[in-house]
């Protein structure tokens, strides 16, 4: 079988690259890059600063990689050209010159959540306040950063933190930031599970080649952004972007009722033995929590009700698709950093109001559970697993979370409660 390249499949050449990305994984190469492919002049020049491999892997086939798009039925295949050139993050001399370049127009980021409170050198905030020195150096042409992370107001936050970063640099350089470099707010949804050496074989059913790189996904894709770009961008709304003037309630739709249904099932469905989305939701217990959750966020949420509905039954379908065997142990990833914006809003609504909502319980009773007995990635694990494995261990890991809620006795007891009726139901 031949191996997947731009001649093999028959693809048109690389795109000139006026696009870099920092982040290069499933989810970009299922969401970003497919919405650029629909724009044949831009062409993406994507790092990784985690993995070696997949570059290497990539360069091998021109940039080109299987997109899977699994619902009930059948999978679909497409190959997405949109990748001009992959490199790892060793690759610095070109990743400054990229950043550079008065023909690169906006860089995207999918760094996680965790990534944007981490600064130096060799952090992402890091290696993107080097590319701007660098394009400040240069000639200084504007340059429009758009993050694609599940943060409430993403755009600002990535700001905060490279004004945190550029504290010390030159009063020129930091000015040039403040009035040439645009921060671009947006929501992105696509559920994208980690790739099987079975997703590989199927890729190769498809296609008919031998790709070692493929991404699999659901049909469902969502995004929207607001913000300027001073360069220009490519058509994404070509392939389904949508450009709206004010993000937050959308954002809040997505983080609570999606990510937030996420994160309770990644938790208390470990707990409870199961392993994907799909069984978690078809589990009674977790498929009432669920329920139960969007109910509660329905009451603190901005958008109409006939909207949150029409959302939650389309989650519900996205959720109990066979097609995408999405792992729970990859969403439980990071909880320190992800309750906060997905859970803690609506329990502080609740709690506001002497509300015990049962699902955001639920939550951090299965957070507990997975930090005391489960491998943990979370930048803050060092900390979190002795203490949920320590005395008065649900006071002490929410503290974490929020100092407030180490003073409610009442959530901390429910807690306590919670994750003991979670250790029985598990028998």
Request: net charge negative; charged share 25%; hydrophobic share 45%.
């Amino acid at each position: 079988m031949a191996r997947l390249t731009r001649s093999a499949a028959r693809a048109r050449p690389p795109a000139p690259v006026r696009a870099v990305h920092i982040g290069l994984g499933a989810f970009h190469r299922a969401h970003q890059a497919v919405h650029t492919m629909a724009d044949p002049d831009w062409g993406i020049a994507a790092y990784t600063f985690r993995n070696t491999e997949l570059p290497r892997v990539l360069t091998e086939q021109d940039g080109l990689y299987s997109l899977q798009v699994r619902g009930d039925g059948e999978p679909q295949a497409e190959i997405v050209d949109a990748i001009s050139r992959a490199h790892p993050g060793s690759d610095i001399e070109q990743w400054l010159a990229d950043l550079a370049s008065p023909d690169v127009a906006l860089l995207t980021l999918t760094i996680t959540e965790a990534g944007y409170r981490a600064s130096g050198d060799g952090t992402a905030i890091g290696r993107v306040l080097a590319g701007l020195r660098e394009r400040h150096r240069a000639g200084g042409a504007p340059i429009a950063l758009v993050p694609c992370d599940n943060l409430p107001g993403n755009g600002g936050v990535l700001r905060a933190a490279i004004r945190t970063a550029a504290a010390g640099e030159e009063l020129a350089f930091r000015s040039w930031i403040e009035d040439h470099v645009s921060f671009v707010d947006t929501v992105v949804d696509r559920i994208t599970p980690a790739t099987t050496e079975q997703d590989i074989a199927t890729a190769a059913r498809l296609t008919g080649l031998e790709d070692r790189a493929p991404v699999v996904t659901e049909p469902f894709s969502e995004w929207l952004l607001a913000g300027d770009f001073p360069l220009g961008r490519p058509a994404w709304e070509n392939a389904g972007a949508r450009f709206v003037d004010d993000l937050a309630a959308y954002e809040q739709r997505k983080l609570w009722f999606l990510n937030g249904a996420h994160t309770l099932l990644a938790y208390a469905g470990a707990a409870l033995g199961c392993a994907t989305v799909d069984e978690a939701v078809q589990h009674p217990v977790l498929a009432s929590l669920a329920e139960s959750w969007w109910d509660v966020a329905s009451r603190h949420a901005a958008l109409p009700a006939e909207d949150l509905a029409d959302y939650r039954q389309r989650l519900l379908q996205r959720f109990s698709s066979r097609g995408i065997r999405h792992n729970l142990r990859q969403i439980a990833a990071d909880g320190s950093q992800k309750i906060p914006a997905r859970i803690l809003p609506v329990l502080r609504a609740e709690r506001a109001e002497r509300r015990m909502p049962e699902a955001p319980v639920a939550t951090l009773a299965g957070w507990l559970i997975h930090l005391r007995d489960r491998q943990v990635s979370d930048p803050r694990a060092d900390e979190l697993v002795p203490l949920a494995r320590s005395a008065d261990a649900p006071r002490r890991v929410l503290s974490t979370l929020d100092v407030s809620l180490a003073d409610d006795g009442e959530l901390i007891s429910a807690v306590e409660d919670y994750a003991e009726r979670l250790r029985l139901s598990a028998g």
